[in-house]
């Protein structure tokens, strides 16, 4: 089966300060070329270089620096990282409700090479808008999790002492939706994209349990968008508790021209190709419906019947909400009845009763 993948990247590690008795530097991007690349993004280095330079003069006499910061490129010291200790990263896997009943193998396979991670009182772990290349899991303390919003921050919610998160987005291949920031000391279990991908390749249990997590959560995360805000949290959850998992063979179609049917897919794995064929003597229309995404078919509901092809050209994966299923819904929730007046609003519309769009995955 094929497997998610993975942007493989080195763990991304804890910035510090250090002070130095030497003339203030110059800062440069580092190069690619012979120097050996920083792992901190520029950025970064230069808010750091800032703020080790207002300290330095803070500290002067008579308006000259008694010291200087450390230049912000090539080999300076990470403080608080460390190669995590086996039975310790071990014992923390255990305490996440969604690996703590794998097999010993498993977990010890995952724990192995883990990175532990010291973050002080108010130090972010990572920001809003970083990419996604680990996943981390609380040891010790608690982190709120905050996103900026007209010129604020907002709290989400708080991670604690035997969570994981940041998961998700290494499947969605998405930038980190929010920012992670210590409340008091924390130590923190840091297992790398890489690390992960290899165990994806390698063993079985974990590659199934992963993801059945991500369906769950690309669904979860799709029912919580703006196009379900009108429906009551008790029918979403029913909603939720309908999908149901779908395995595409390559060319297999979901949807043929002629059928009249109401359908929600959630793209899991893989891609979908719409083809129009309508116009003769015209070449075919296609669009591409990619993983994260979303796809609705309301021809029942209009009556016409769908000029529209849709297959899947590799293997794919789904969880569908079939027409039986959406029928009963809309019965017991006549709300679900909008849905059609309400897609043009949220979604991308391919045809007359066909509509795409993102399902708004997080980056957590």
């Known amino acids: ?49 800032r703020e080790a330079m207002r300290e330095a003069v803070d500290d002067s006499f008579d308006g000259e620096p008694r010291t200087a910061p450390i230049p912000l490129t090539g080999d300076f010291p990470i403080l608080g990282t460390v190669t995590a200790d086996l039975e310790v990263a071990y014992f923390a896997l255990t305490q996440v409700p969604l690996f703590k009943d794998l097999p010993v193998a498993s977990l010890e396979a995952m724990a192995e090479g883990a990175i532990q991670l010291e973050v002080p009182d108010g130090e972010f772990l990572f920001k809003e808008g970083d990419e996604a290349t680990s996943f981390f899991v609380v040891v010790d303390g608690t982190l709120e999790l905050l996103r900026r919003k007209d010129g604020r921050e907002v709290a989400l919610r708080h991670a604690k002492k035997g969570e994981a998160f940041g998961l998700f ?23 790398s994209s890489e690390k992960l991908q290899r165990l994806l390749s390698t063993d079985e249990v ?22 379900f805000s009108d429906i ?67 021809c029942a509901i209009s009556g016409q019947p769908a000029r529209l092809r849709v297959l899947a050209p590799e293997y794919a994966t789904l969880s569908v909400l ?29 045809d007359r009763d ?3 769009g993102s399902t708004g995955v997080p980056g957590l």
């Open 169 to 191: 987005g290494l499947f969605s291949a998405q930038l980190r939706a929010a920012s992670s920031r210590a409340i008091g000391d924390c130590t923190i279990l840091e297992i």
């Open 1 to 49: 089966m094929p497997e998610h993948q993975l942007t493989p990247s080195a763990p991304r590690h804890l910035r510090t300060r250090v002070a130095v008795p030497m003339p203030p530097p110059v800062l440069k991007p580092v190069s690619s070329g012979a120097e050996r690349a920083s792992l901190i993004p520029v950025d970064v280095l230069q808010d750091v270089a």
């Open 322 to 350: 079939t027409h039986k299923d959406l029928n009963e819904l809309m019965r017991d929730y006549p709300a679900l009845r909008s849905l059609p007046a309400r897609l043009p609003n949220f979604a991308r519309q391919l």
């Open 354 to 356: 066909v509509f795409c």
């Open 232 to 298: 009551d949290s008790i029918a979403r959850a029913r909603l939720i508790g309908r999908f149901t998992h779908k395995d595409l063979e390559p060319r297999q179609v979901l949807l043929s021209p002629g059928e009249v049917t109401n359908l929600i897919a959630v793209v899991t794995h893989g891609r979908l190709i719409l083809e129009d064929r309508s116009k003769v003597g015209q070449a075919p229309r296609e669009f591409e419906v990619t993983q994260g995404q979303f796809i609705t078919i309301t």
């Open 206 to 227: 974990i590659h199934q349990r992963l993801l059945s997590f991500f369906r769950e959560r690309l669904v979860e995360s799709f029912m919580a968008s703006r196009l």
